[in-house]
Antibody, heavy 117, light 108 residues
Framework: QVQLQESGPGLVSPSETLSLTCTVS????????WSWIRQPPGKGLEWIGY???????SYSPSLKSRVTISADTSENQFSLKLISVTPADTAFYFC???????????WGQGTLVTVSS | DIQMTQSPSSLSASVGDRVTITCQAS??????LNWYQQRPGKAPKLLIY???NLETGVPSRFSGSGSGTDFTFHITNLQPEDVATYYC??????????FGGGTKVEIK
């Protein structure tokens, strides 16, 4: 059974970089697409982007200028970096496996990242 | 950008009722439409993929239909554990896979 677990700082200062890692167990990240999705507290879901075949990436146009998703196959992990954060980036961040490019079939539990000084 | 309009935003129904949620896309997305359930404090869970396919292990009281721009999600025989927020999501034009605004389902 595939399992995903997000990790990273829960508090980031404005204008700094948000960095999260998703550790995958029970399956290799060499296969499938691996996504990041976020959800501001009490609000809806926003797709951030994904990485597939270890190096190919796609990002939401609204975040593309600030986002980088990368993979570490030796650790079976993939990561999210979001630069120049503001309080509007405060959200629960979920990592997920996606098949067929857009069907998120396995999710991490999510981690809350707060942007505040 | 493809916009997904989901309705209603919330509903209240009795145990055993049939619940219907609709999702409308701003342009034709074929059948690239998924439905997720998010219980309070939990991650979303895939219920229906490609408009009408039931994900493995999901109870058959959940169903979906539609294609093009208009989609429908049903819960038959509503159960207390179905209290959650339900989201549609299109992935026809990845990298901009977008979610609907969500429908909060409560028990009367």
């Amino acid at each position: 059974q595939v399992q995903l677990q997000e990790s990273g700082p829960g508090l980031v200062s404005p204008s700094e970089t948000l960095s999260l890692t998703c550790t995958v167990s029970g399956g290799s990240i060499n296969n499938y697409y691996w996504s990041w999705i976020r959800q501001p507290p009490g609000k809806g879901l926003e797709w951030i982007g994904y990485i597939y075949y270890r190096v190919h990436t796609s990002y939401s146009p609204s975040l593309k200028s600030r986002v980088t998703i990368s993979a570490d196959t030796s650790e079976n992990q993939f990561s999210l970096k979001l630069i120049s954060v503001t309080p509007a980036d405060t959200a629960f961040y979920f990592c997920a496996r996606a098949r067929g490019g857009g069907i998120q079939d396995h999710w991490g539990q999510g981690t809350l990242v707060t942007v505040s000084s | 950008d493809i916009q997904m309009t989901q309705s209603p935003s919330s509903l209240s129904a009795s145990v055993g009722d049939r619940v219907t949620i609709t999702c409308q896309a701003s342009q034709d997305i074929g059948n690239y439409l998924n439905w997720y359930q998010q219980r309070p404090g939990k991650a979303p869970k895939l219920l229906i993929y490609d408009a009408s396919n039931l994900e493995t292990g999901v109870p058959s009281r959940f169903s979906g239909s539609g294609s093009g721009t208009d989609f429908t999600f049903h819960i038959t025989n509503l159960q207390p554990e179905d209290v959650a927020t339900y989201y549609c999501q299109q992935y026809d034009n990845v990298p901009q896979a977008t979610f609907g605004g969500g429908t909060k389902v409560e028990i009367k």
